[in-house]
């Protein structure tokens, strides 16, 4: 019967993509940014839409940095929120935080988080551009830590680290325990330069680079992308010089997606990324995926309805792929501080599988709602 080979061909390829993975991580060289001061001077660009109970705690904790004020800014850009949310930016003005409002003239009145960091970037004075989304926090390390890295490394672009929060009961720990394995791959393939990952809510590049490359001209039609697409087309020049910054005091934080419906959404965005991957080995390693996780439920249900054996087959092929996977998570969740959240990794297998296969599919295929908008 073909199907248990071909399951056990997919599970043996994803098993040395996770095992290069994990070799790629442990490469990597943790960075500790001195007490002197970055020459660079950063331009910290929030893009903001309806964060009224979130952009107070971000910019409080963006102005508690201990970099001295006058080597940065914080620009807000307010995306046509229809809450409070520029209210309160505006009450930061003593700060010195700047607000801008994204005119409704601005792609047609329909906005978009690229259309408003696009607006914040023009407006920066900064030469490193550092982006954060506006429900995150952060320590007070770091900028100081993302400019010495930037400074040192001479990088172009800059992926950096992102943890979610804690609570949300059984789901916010199903999706800390996915957005760590997200993580630890985004470090590991920037790190070996294997493929290009990041998370836009902890990244920096050079505004020159930036421009260089036409901001977000291109994809600028694609509702999601704004960091990884972005990264692709720095990647594309030439002489591009992409870092992972691997340091704990350059984590950020960002609370997992409250509910099931809005976890699923926020699945779905991302993976709607994928298609516009000009990078073919990131394409084939996310398909592997898809179609190995595929594997599993069509081995069940072939167990039940034809041979029982081949559940067997699904239970040795589930037990491997946790084994695997749980020894590349090790590491890094004690770089994060969560290997306690490891504790339900085997149990949240199930849905882990089941939930891929939907966002994989609807990714692709469907729309999903995004800060009001409903967007394909």
């Not at 910054?245 to 997992?256: K, Q």
């Not at 439920?297 to 067997?312: R, T």
Request: hydrophobic fraction near 50%.
């Amino acid at each position: 019967m073909l199907l248990p080979v071909a399951a056990i061909g997919l599970w043996g390829l994803y098993a040395l993509v996770i095992l290069r993975y994990l070799l790629a991580w442990h490469r990597l060289r943790p960075f500790r940014a001195s007490e002197r001061v970055p020459a660079t001077r950063v331009s910290v660009v929030i893009a903001a839409r309806d964060e009224a109970a979130t952009i107070g705690r971000c910019l409080g904790a963006v102005l508690a940095q201990d970099l001295p004020r006058d080597r940065y800014e914080v620009i807000v850009v307010d995306d046509h929120s229809t809450d409070g949310t520029a209210g309160i930016v505006a009450g930061y003005a003593a700060a010195g935080v700047r607000l801008l409002r994204l005119a409704e003239a601005d792609a047609g009145g329909r906005g978009g988080k690229k259309a408003a960091l696009t607006a914040g970037i023009a407006a920066a004075t900064g030469e490193l551009v550092v982006t954060t989304d506006a429900d995150c926090r952060m320590g007070p390390a770091w900028l100081r830590t993302v400019a010495a890295f930037q400074q040192q490394e001479g990088a172009d672009f800059i992926a950096a680290p992102v943890r979610f929060e804690g609570g949300g009961g059984p789901l916010g720990a199903f999706q800390r325990l996915d957005f760590l394995a997200l993580q630890g791959i985004t470090a590991a393939a920037v790190g070996d330069g294997y493929h290009g990952m990041c998370n836009g809510a902890n990244l920096a590049f050079r505004k020159a680079v930036f421009d260089a490359v036409g901001g977000y001209r291109g994809i600028d039609g694609i509702a999601s992308g704004d960091d990884m697409l972005l990264m692709q087309k720095v990647a594309r020049r030439p002489d591009a010089r992409i870092r992972y910054c691997l340091s704990a005091d350059a984590i950020v934080e960002t609370p997992p997606a409250a509910g099931l419906r809005a976890f699923l959404q926020q699945r779905i965005r991302w993976a709607s990324k994928a298609r516009h991957y000009e990078e073919r080995r990131m394409f084939r390693v996310l398909l592997l995926v898809w179609l190995a996780n595929l594997s599993l439920p069509l081995l069940a249900m072939a167990g039940l309805l034809l041979d029982p054996q081949l559940l067997h087959t699904a239970g040795w092929l589930l037990l491997g792929k946790t084994a695997v996977e749980m020894a590349f998570l090790w590491p890094v969740a004690g770089f994060f501080g969560m290997r306690r959240s490891l504790a339900g990794f085997a149990l949240a297998q199930p849905f882990h599988i089941l939930y891929t296969l939907a966002a994989g599919l609807l990714g692709q295929a469907g729309t999903y709602a995004w800060k009001g908008r409903r967007v394909r």
